[in-house]
């Protein structure tokens, strides 16, 4: 599936250099011959009657486009790079080694290149990520009941109190009482609609919101505060499961998700994105219906504040609320995303 917005949203995406954007169309400018992202900002920006729109890189290469140097449209093509998976499975598999410059250039790839991708990816360096993952995997292992020195000793810190600082900094809390906190790991998925950041608990998926790659540092520290939860990024199951259960429903093979959602809200906004979850697949309601639903017929503002309050997009439908006269109305990730998710779903039955 690939359905682009209107033109003028993307013209008015593009002047603005939306990152919000990427990954859901490239822009093609006629007097150049290069084909950018929605966030790339070239010093010139082109006159929108230069523009052509594509909704794949192959698309825009085939009509005779290069890619832009400054933006890497390339690398933002849905999957991560053969390089990035190789480097991050390097990294699963061997939590202690620490890898410096000179391993990257033995492996080919340029540190720059490197810390780009991550920066623009996770909103942190490569050895930040590194950093992360290996405290994350601490952090699982002290919650499991292993012995605090072994797991110090088994993620490359040379000594307890190194250890000690490091997992205080990135947590707020000491590994010793690791064991009574959860945390939030995090992780951005590809969409036919745009990036998502994507974060989940133990208990389920808590958050999956569009999102903008420079904003990503600072969603990283609103989740901290918001979530009052130590932050990492990295794999975790339910993020699994959620990549490839979006993956088919975007391609239309999958209407219910089965995997858990972990809300966090006030009881009323609970009990209104509970009841959302209880709209079928291709079907709309209009606010009035909702409020109705949960036995609160007065309470349409509140209801429709509680449902633009969700932030667990498209696991909870608060794309399938519209208007009383079927108009779509407000959604945080835009009108054109929810009439996107409304066609995929009426499309599908
Ligand atoms: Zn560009």
Redesign the pocket.
């Known amino acids: 599936m690939h359905t682009l917005p209107p033109r003028e949203e993307m013209v008015r995406a593009m002047l603005s250099g939306d990152g919000t954007y990427d990954g859901v169309f490239l822009t093609a400018v006629k007097t150049t011959g290069?084909f950018?992202?929605p966030s790339?900002r070239?010093p010139r920006r082109p006159k929108p009657e230069n523009v052509e729109f594509f909704g794949t890189v192959r698309e825009s290469l085939f009509a005779g486009y290069r890619p832009?140097k400054?933006?890497r449209?390339l690398e933002l093509d849905g999957q991560s790079p053969v390089w990035v998976e190789q480097l991050m499975t390097r990294v699963e598999q061997a939590p202690q080694e620490r890898i410096q410059a000179s391993d990257l250039k033995a492996l080919g790839l340029s540190p720059e290149r490197v810390r780009r991708w991550f920066q623009e990816h996770y909103g942190m360096t490569f050895s930040e990520w590194c950093r992360g993952r290996r405290l994350s995997e601490a952090f699982t292992r002290i919650r499991e009941g292993a012995d605090l020195d072994d797991v110090a000793l088994g993620h490359g810190y040379a000594s307890h109190s190194g250890f000690r600082e490091a997992f205080g900094q990135a947590f707020g809390t000491p590994p010793g009482s690791a064991r009574a906190t959860e945390c939030v790991t995090t992780r951005m998925i590809d969409s036919p609609v745009g990036r998502m950041l994507a974060a989940t608990t133990e208990k389920g998926i808590c958050l999956l919101e569009y999102t903008d790659r420079r904003m990503l540092e600072r969603n990283l520290a609103t989740m901290r505060q918001r979530f009052a939860m130590p932050v990492v990024p990295g794999e975790h199951k339910w993020l699994k499961m959620l990549g490839e259960e979006l993956k088919d429903y975007f391609e239309g093979r999958r209407q219910d998700f089965t995997v858990p959602v972990a809300p966090r809200g006030t009881p009323f906004q609970e009990r209104v994105w509970n009841e959302l979850r209880q709209i079928p697949h291709g079907e709309t309601i209009s606010y009035q219906e909702l409020a109705k639903r949960i036995d609160q017929p007065s309470a349409v503002r509140a209801v429709a504040n509680a449902n633009g309050q969700n932030r667990i997009n498209i696991l909870i439908p608060c794309h399938r609320v519209i208007g009383k006269n079927g108009e779509l109305t407000g959604y945080g990730g835009g009108l054109w995303r929810k009439r996107v998710l409304l066609d995929l779903e009426q499309r599908a039955e």
């Open positions: 290069i950018c992202l790339c070239p832009c400054l933006c449209p």
